[in-house]
């Protein structure tokens, strides 16, 4: 081999390594931007038209249901907003009081209906939402709803988290000690915990607090996505209501 094809050959090579190196940067650098952020996005989406859908549902939400359903407001209301929620989560503590504001904004129009998507990255927001339904077995649906009140309480230091402390609280609302525990320590209500979260990704929710907007007259639905001011929610609402 000449010195002129040798040192074609030593560019070739070095060329070669330098695309290389080059792609291996990119590539982590892409991996470290785009991972860091799922649990953000997963928690608290930032969408600047509050009834954007993030992803097309592939199936609706599961109508509701007087029976299995949680309700807060009159069971008969045209409008339904069903928010997929997290015990967990900062953002669905702070989105609670604005349920309760839209309730008593729309009386017999609207009510909210609670349903469990509890994020992996939160290690007890799953037994907390398997206990508030033995909560919901044993004392009833307005037991249910002080459970949930406690658990997204402002003025706690610290909701209640371990399995004694989960117990006692149901026992406080009207549920009996054994049961309670029963309920809690064989997983009764865990698998129906998950169908309830799988039926909100079928629909459309990929983090806490999801809102779907549901007329219950025509049972079309919206998505509101986040922990919205309240003044999003009563656009949406009101548009709905107008039609």
């Known amino acids: 081999m000449n010195t002129s094809s040798t040192h074609s050959w030593q560019q070739n090579i070095w060329f070669s390594v330098s695309l290389g190196l080059l792609g291996v940067i990119v590539g982590y650098m892409g991996a470290q931007f785009t991972g860091v952020k799922a649990p953000q996005v997963a928690e608290n989406p930032s969408v600047p038209n509050p009834t954007e859908q993030v992803a097309p549902p592939v199936q609706p939400p599961p109508s509701v249901d007087g029976t299995k359903d949680h309700i807060r407001g009159d069971a008969n209301a045209p409008l339904s907003l069903i928010v997929y929620s997290d015990f967990d989560c900062p953002y669905s503590k702070r989105h609670h009081p604005t349920l309760a504001q839209i309730t008593d904004a729309y009386g017999e129009k609207v009510n909210v209906v609670y349903r469990h998507f509890p994020l992996s990255f939160h290690p007890t927001a799953q037994i907390k939402a398997e206990a508030s339904e033995c909560v919901a077995e044993l004392a009833g649906n307005s037991a249910f709803w002080s459970f949930t009140d406690a658990m997204y309480d402002p003025a706690a230091t610290a909701a209640p988290a371990t399995k004694d402390e989960l117990v006692a609280l149901g026992v406080k609302l009207g549920a009996n000690e054994g049961q ?21 990704t079928l629909a459309g929710i990929n983090g806490t607090p999801g809102n779907i907007l549901l007329d219950n007259r025509t049972k079309k639905t919206s998505v509101i996505v986040g922990a919205q001011p309240i003044d999003a929610f009563k656009t949406a609402i009101d548009t709905v209501l107008a039609q």
């Open 180 to 200: 309670m525990r029963d309920c809690i320590e064989q997983g009764k209500y865990a698998q129906d915990v998950k169908d309830e979260m799988q039926a909100g």
